[in-house]
């Protein structure tokens, strides 16, 4: 599998633009993105909000299956469905999502994502169907 590491410019959206979530690898069925984690992405307990672990699943998911290396554009899907699960907490560092396109046909594909750690620990797994849309 190629991989190619991938700008942001690629798949800008304001969003993550907003909480620092930054594309570092995009491939066809496969991308990744990290966050650093600072004080606007923490909860009330000291540690990661669980909605920017969500948000991260989401976005890596979605652009594991959009991204085609054969043409200028990614694709354009809507979320369906998502799970999450939250694994073990972190309140610091830099954090990682690997999404993989798992199947899919014309219109809907599922994607799963794992994130962890720079030490590897799991923090939160998570499951997804998007819709392509035009």
């Known amino acids: 599998m190629d991989r190619h590491p991938t700008p942001d410019s690629l798949a800008p959206n304001g969003f993550r633009q907003t909480i620092d979530l930054r ?44 991204y085609c290396p054969t043409s200028k554009n990614t ?8 799970t999450t699960s939250f694994l073990a907490p ?21 994607a799963t994502v794992e994130i962890t750690d720079a030490q590897g620990t799991l923090l939160a797994i998570g499951e997804a169907t998007y819709r392509y849309f035009d």
């Open 90 to 110: 972190v309140s610091s560092g830099t954090i990682r999502a690997v999404g993989r396109k798992r199947s899919g046909g014309r219109r809907i594909f599922v």
């Open 23 to 66: 594309t570092t690898e995009l491939n066809a069925g496969h991308a990744v993105m990290e966050l650093t984690i600072d004080p606007r992405h923490i909860n009330s307990q000291g540690s990661i909000h669980g909605g920017v672990l969500a948000t991260m699943i989401d976005n890596t998911g979605g652009l594991a299956g959009c």
């Open 75 to 82: 694709r354009k899907a809507v979320t369906l469905s998502l």
